[in-house]
């Protein structure tokens, strides 16, 4: 897709994940904002998918380590065909298999994930499998910045290095807010670039909300043979509602009728100014 | 006397199997060594990975080795395996349905003098409370081997306790045959059943050999699947010799005898010990010395038993 309609197709996502946490009445709201722009960018430009066939072989891999933030991701997996986009109102709903976390039973989901610190043990199996069966596939593993304090990311992020996974790509969404504040304040993180760095991966740190530089990175990994990659996605926490942006709050609030409809107008008018529409205003 | 442990012969089965099915792979946390593992590690090299002193991570690598068709074999000491990966086991294992083999190695009062912390007398009652795992302790290295076979074909997670040393034959040959969730009557009798798993099934042996000289007919019962557990076994025995005894290298909490318990009091209530080990910091020893300490020997089970029958 151009870059343009990524970014249209964020701003909808966004308005659909909005819509979804508001009629559940749960859900975790400053982080799928946050994420958005990523996994747009992987699920409609980057990430070689079927969605007729989710399980092929060959596919690019996707894991959600930072599984709270799901709601993002459901709401892509049903625009993009993985299940009837009708199904998304059962999100959270008693009996769903859309819960609150990725949930393997739906196609296009690989592991259940909700502990924090799993994915990237998991992917480094993954992209391990690949390299001894000497596929090609790549392996994307979504990380949040308040997760880098559980110790098992650093005993994968010395796997990935040792085995020297080029196919293995970590990303960070560096919104530098967790649910007790900034993540400098509950468990200071920085420098956590030299971190990776110093655990023998390639870092790589963008504007984690920018498409252009999103999908430039996403495109050129593995950038160094025998090296993963640690993407530093900067993004901002509840980014694209202007009210939610950088407010520890979000991290699981429930926008009300009020903020629902002031998130779904100004999403709107995004869309509108990227679609053209906007500027005779 | 049997010198084979059966860390070796787990190792010694994989290595036969490896050889036709590519998919079968062996990871180790420095463990290697304590596992018994070098030789497959030296013999397929492409099938074996070596973690490094990281439980979490073990099986966590090992679930998605799992997710794109491999069928990983996790070796590393019960005590770490068990417990610090525990939510591993439970959250990318058991409830992401991955087909990982953990392989607890050197379980119970293996490593007797090594203290509490290497002890792993928890690990029963913890790996029992998670959906859908399954698990097993082999008594003898004929029964390793079959297990390990069977672990091979089926599709599915499953902790595996072994010890570290080798230990007396329950069997005399791997030819009789050995199915998941389905115990094994090794001694028929009607005055009373002695139930073991693992390697307490050859003390219970010894023990019935000393009520039968004492003119007592006990049932023995290797219940070498503690979950799915061979309920239908549990009932007859109930039933038909009227009190039950188990044996076994865990916690009295949660461990082999709770799990028969749990079964008996609900469908046909009998009398019933539980011989294990007690709620008290764990006792230092040699395996040996610890179960005398505790009272997990022919001789002790045999003097329970005949007071059960005579109560």
Same mark, same amino acid.
């Given at each position: 897709m151009e870059i343009q309609d990524l970014k249209i197709k964020a701003a909808q996502i966004r308005q659909d994940l909005l819509t979804i946490i508001h009629r559940a009445k749960? &859900?975790?709201t400053g982080g799928s904002l946050s994420n958005t722009d990523i996994l747009t960018a992987l699920y409609y430009e980057i990430m070689n998918i079927d969605v007729a066939n989710p399980k092929w072989e060959e596919r690019d891999r996707f894991v959600?380590?930072? &599984?709270?933030?799901v709601e993002s991701l459901w709401c892509i997996l049903a625009d993009r065909g993985f299940f009837p986009k009708e199904e998304l109102k059962t999100y959270s709903q008693f009996g769903t298999r859309l819960i609150g976390h990725p949930n393997n039973k739906v196609p296009g989901i690989e592991m259940n994930t909700g502990a924090l610190g799993h994915g990237l043990p998991i992917s480094v199996g993954m992209a391990l499998a690949a390299k001894r069966d000497g596929r090609s596939y790549r392996v994307f593993c979504l990380m949040g910045d308040g997760e880098q304090a559980e110790g098992s990311n650093w005993e994968a992020a010395m796997a990935g290095a040792h085995y020297k996974l080029d196919n293995l790509v970590g990303i960070i969404d560096r919104n530098g807010l967790q649910i007790s504040g900034t993540t400098e304040e509950v468990m200071g993180l920085e420098p956590l670039e030299e971190k990776w760095a110093a655990f023998g991966w390639n870092v790589i740190s963008i504007d984690g909300n920018s498409m252009e530089e999103l999908v430039q990175t996403f495109r050129n %990994?593995?950038?160094?043979? &025998?090296k993963p990659t640690l993407v530093l996605a900067n993004t901002i926490k509840g980014k694209g509602v202007s009210f939610a942006e &950088? %407010?520890?709050?979000?991290?699981?609030h429930v926008p009300n009728d009020e903020e629902l409809e002031r998130g779904l107008t100004e999403l709107q008018q995004k869309i509108d100014e990227l679609s053209g529409e906007g500027q005779v205003k | 006397m049997n010198k084979i442990p059966n860390r070796q012969v787990i190792c010694e089965t994989l290595l036969s199997l490896a050889k036709e099915d590519r998919d079968i792979m062996v990871l180790a946390s420095d463990s290697r060594g304590s596992a018994a593992m070098a030789p497959f590690a030296a013999a397929y090299p492409e099938q074996f990975v070596e973690v490094g002193i990281a439980e979490q991570n073990i099986v966590g690598i090992s679930a998605g080795l799992a997710h794109s068709g491999k069928k990983p074999f996790v070796t590393s000491p019960a005590c770490f395996l068990s417990m610090r990966s525990i939510e591993q086991i439970k959250v990318d294992v058991a409830y992401s349905g991955t087909n990982v083999k953990l392989i607890g190695i050197s379980g119970g009062v293996s490593y007797g003098a090594l203290g509490m912390s290497h002890h792993s007398v928890q690990d029963i009652a913890v790996a029992r409370a998670i959906p859908g795992l399954m698990v097993l302790l082999p008594a003898d290295r004929h029964e390793t081997k079959k297990m390990t076979e069977a672990l091979v074909q089926h599709n599915g997670g499953a902790y595996v306790r072994i010890g570290r040393t080798a230990v007396e034959d329950v069997y005399s040959s791997d030819d009789y045959p050995f199915e998941i969730g389905k115990a094994v009557t090794l001694r028929e009798g009607s005055d009373i059943t002695l139930i073991g798993a693992g390697e307490t099934v050859r003390i219970i042996l010894d023990a019935a050999e000393l009520l039968q000289q004492a003119g007592v007919k006990a049932r023995v019962l290797n219940m070498h699947t503690i979950k799915p557990l061979d309920e239908e076994a549990i009932i007859a025995a109930a039933r038909e010799t009227g009190g039950i005894i188990t044996v076994e290298e865990h916690s009295v909490f949660g461990g082999l005898g709770a799990a028969v318990a749990e079964v008996v009091v609900q469908n046909q209530p009998v009398p019933m010990k539980v011989l294990g080990i007690p709620d008290e910091p764990a006792i230092a020893g040699k395996t040996a010395e610890v179960f005398e300490h505790y009272g997990l020997t022919p001789g002790n089970i045999n003097k329970i038993a005949l007071e059960l029958i005579n109560k």
């Open positions: 749960t &859900g975790h959600a380590s930072k &599984g709270h933030s %990994v593995p950038e160094i043979e &025998g &950088g %407010v520890p709050g979000w991290h699981h | -």
